[in-house]
């Protein structure tokens, strides 16, 4: 009768396979909360990158189109300034033309 005494004390208690149970269970719980976490973070820093990627494309592309229509209004100025000298000029020999006809009328 000593072996099933020995046999007794050597098996676990009911308490202790239950709270040996929880801590497993716990254990387990805890793993897969942290594995959980971190597939979420890698997940949301995958998405901030995906994010910034976009924003900095749109901003190369805001910077392209603000700078053409830079380069267009320039071109608008310089070609309206050309204009501008060009009538300046005709107006001027005009001028010169009729002070011309003006005295020789006078003569």
Do not use: C, Y
């Not at 239950?18 to 820093?45: D, G």
């Amino acid at each position: 009768h000593e072996w099933a005494a020995a046999a007794e004390a050597a098996e676990p208690s009911v308490a202790t396979t239950r709270r040996l149970r929880e801590e497993r269970a716990s254990a387990t719980a805890k793993i897969m909360r942290e594995a959980l976490t971190e597939q979420m973070e890698r997940k949301a820093e995958k998405a901030r990158q995906e994010r910034e990627a976009e924003l900095g494309e749109e901003r190369r592309w805001v910077a392209q189109a603000l700078e053409e229509e830079q380069k267009s209004r320039l071109e608008a100025l310089a070609a309206q300034r050309d204009r501008a000298e060009t009538l300046n000029r005709e107006w001027d020999r005009q001028q010169r033309v009729r002070e011309k006809e003006i005295e020789a009328q006078a003569v």
